[in-house]
């Protein structure tokens, strides 16, 4: 008799598609609002505390070029490939809640620097400002936020920081903030 009551009390338990679902797609809304560009999100979930992905972000719209204000400037970057490693701290829920991570990052863009050159006209040495082309790796960590719906619908918000270390154009720093909007399936 105690087997089926414990049969019964299982029976009772309802069992989510986010906490059986180990695969989730997103898009990073502020990228595509705010600086226009695309930046696609796949996560595999390892287990209820890790999982896996890679964001990859291309900059395609640049509507504001040349005007006062051009967000596309925020990121010197005009392609990247982001692996995350994301560990959750969230006891209640799979792979949802507070979170940080790791990452690494392949770039390359334009980034903007000043430089010595020569005034033809006097001889002098002045400062100029030159795009110069790079292509480098960064490393860096995170710490964010995960909210997933009963239904599997998702809200990723986080930030990160990295340094690039290879080439001497590319930008020092490499800042990751995101609002993704997704799925888990």
């Known amino acids: 008799m105690a087997h089926r009551c414990f ?4 029976q009772d338990v309802e069992v989510y598609s986010r906490d059986t679902a180990k695969n989730e797609i997103s898009l990073n809304i502020l990228n595509v609002l705010v600086f226009g560009a695309m930046d696609f999100s796949y996560e595999r979930i390892l287990s209820d505390h890790t ?3 890679v964001a990859i972000f291309s900059k395609v719209f640049n509507k504001n070029e040349g005007e006062n204000v051009d967000f ?7 392609f990247s490939i982001t692996p995350k490693f994301k560990y959750f701290l969230s ?3 799979t792979a949802s809640g507070l979170y940080a991570e790791v990452f690494g990052m392949f770039s390359n863009g ?4 000043e430089v010595d050159a020569i005034d033809p006209e006097t001889g002098n040495t002045i400062q100029r400002e030159v ?3 790079f292509t480098d790796l960064a490393l860096g960590i995170g710490a964010g936020g995960k909210f997933v719906a009963k239904q599997g619908f998702l809200v990723d918000v986080s930030f990160g920081l990295g340094r690039n270390f290879f080439h001497k154009d590319s930008p020092d720093i490499v800042i990751l903030p995101s609002v993704n909007v997704g799925y888990r399936f």
């Not at 049969?7 to 299982?10: G, K, S």
């Not at 334009?110 to 620097?113: A, G, I, L, P």
């Open 7 to 10: 049969a019964q009390e299982y």
């Open 51 to 53: 999982s896996l992905g």
């Open 72 to 78: 596309s400037k925020a990121y010197s970057k005009s």
């Open 91 to 93: 006891e209640e829920q």
């Open 110 to 113: 334009k980034n903007k620097k």
């Open 131 to 133: 795009s110069l082309d």
